[in-house]
């Protein structure tokens, strides 16, 4: 079984909505293209024409209504998702066919959506998500000047074909399962955040003290989105007309007297505020992915505001969380494109019932179980956005999964763990094969579920 070495920044990354595969992924993938351009030779770079986006699989399937092409399009002129503000990507959205330049060497090229091609669905590149993007010369019957293949995996993940992993350090307590984890925690007296903790520093390098200042921007720029979500009404952006109900449901919650429906009223509504930002583009965390972006976030405020959880109790419940989405990306899948949305949403839900399990001081077995419960019961969740636009049923799935997440935790607290029957390692098995065998058509390209049957609304 092969070792996790990925950081949780790897995880948790910043960036603009609304799907980490279609937007973070190829923005990342049009960023490296043009910095990898730019080292070229001159002379090679003076006979450039132009360049040329081709997207496959569900990228091609729901890219217009996730944005791909105005993110490669941003990545190419120069910007991250870490850095690019929202306000530059509405205004590619507003204006796709307006000409712009990118400068590589002695050549200036123009730029626009045009640029972006949608090509095939079903293609025979080994990774759904699949871009290829190139240099062309004046004679495009002579190929590419030069070309790359990228793959976005999910949860802003993207491997270059051709090129190696960057090497990192061996963590210093090696798992690849939870069974595997648990014997390091049981042989070495550690509790879950601390593990994570010390792999973290093994692996990236970091101290603990940059370790969390990075988790306090991380929880910051996720309770920024629930902020931002709860402060503004109106349409969503895109054709389906959707109206933003964060604030409607939080300013509901505080008049209803029962203290569960408060709670539960509250909890939906951060949800809800944070998928809103996400659907309309705007800056939000990856966790695990965009299209689960607003579960953790609303486990954050509640476990900040109503269960009065210390800042350090939040980040130690981060990195408990971070194991789940570890587990989950290794030995399955984090992206919709490869195992609907079991693996986003499901996957985000497991994460926030071990975040609270372990930050309310619950050890590893409840921390599992509580992860395992609520992706059990997310199981064959299909990936159907209507539109291909992350908003139905995506914002209310994540109110509906953080209620779950919360559930899960309260089951789990209130059985003896010995009698829990299911490990976490069964349950993402369950949801690999379940994904393997699901159909293409609801994993994310929009061609089944939902999305054919609620197609005019």
């Not at 871009?131 to 004679?139: K, T």
């Not at 931002?228 to 959707?242: E, M």
């Not at 951060?270 to 930002?277: I, L, P, Y």
């Amino acid at each position: 079984m092969p070792v996790i070495d990925l950081s949780v920044f790897d995880l948790f990354k910043v960036g603009p909505g609304p799907s980490s595969s279609h937007t973070i992924g190829p923005m990342r993938a049009g960023y490296d293209f043009i910095q990898a351009a730019r080292a070229l030779p001159a002379e090679l770079l003076s006979r450039a024409a132009g360049l040329e986006v081709r997207l496959y699989g569900s990228l091609s399937a729901t890219g217009k209504g996730h944005g791909t092409d105005r993110a490669v399009l941003a990545g190419l002129l120069g910007r991250s998702p870490e850095s690019c503000p929202p306000e530059f990507l509405d205004e590619l959205a507003a204006h796709p066919l307006a000409r712009r330049t990118t400068e590589l060497g002695p050549a200036s090229l123009g730029l626009s959506t045009a640029n972006v091609i949608f090509d095939s669905i079903e293609h025979s590149y080994a990774s759904n998500n699949t871009l290829v993007i190139r240099l062309l010369g004046a004679d495009a019957a002579a190929g590419a000047l030069f070309e790359r293949e990228y793959a976005s995996i999910g949860g802003g993940f993207l491997v270059i074909k051709g090129q190696p992993e960057p090497k990192r350090g061996a963590p210093a307590y090696p798992y690849g399962t939870m069974s595997e984890l648990r014997k390091q925690l049981d042989d070495n007296g550690l509790t879950l955040h601390r593990l994570i903790l010390e792999n973290e520093m093994a692996v990236t390098g970091a101290d603990e003290a940059e370790i969390m200042a990075g988790l306090d921007t991380i929880l910051r720029v996720m309770d920024e989105a629930v902020s931002a979500g709860l402060a503004v009404d109106g349409v969503l952006p895109g054709p389906i007309g959707l109206n933003r109900k964060a604030r409607h449901i939080f300013e509901r919650s505080k008049i209803k007297r029962q203290t569960h429906e408060n709670i539960i009223g509250q909890m939906c509504a951060f949800a809800f505020a944070a998928a809103e930002e996400n659907a309309a583009g705007h800056i939000i965390v990856t966790a695990p992915t965009c299209g689960s972006a607003g579960i953790i976030p609303a486990m954050a405020r509640i476990m900040r505001t109503r269960l009065a959880l210390s800042e350090q109790s939040i980040r130690e419940g981060l990195l408990a969380a971070a194991a789940v989405g570890f587990l989950a990306k290794q030995n399955a899948t984090i992206a919709g494109a490869e195992g609907g949305c079991q693996a986003e949403i499901g996957v985000a839900a497991a994460m926030a019932a071990a975040m609270l399990a372990h930050a309310t001081g619950y050890g590893a077995h409840v921390a599992e179980n509580a992860a395992e419960t609520a992706l059990e019961h997310h199981l064959g969740m299909t990936c159907d956005p209507v539109g291909g636009y992350v908003q139905i049923p995506c914002i209310e799935r994540n109110a509906m999964s953080v209620v779950k997440a919360y559930t899960a935790f309260v089951i789990a607290t209130d059985i003896l763990p010995a009698q829990h029957k299911v490990g976490l390692d069964q349950a993402i098995e369950a949801m690999r094969a379940t994904g393997r065998d699901m159909s293409c058509k609801y994993k994310e390209t929009a061609q089944g579920g939902l999305a054919l049957c609620v197609p005019n609304c």
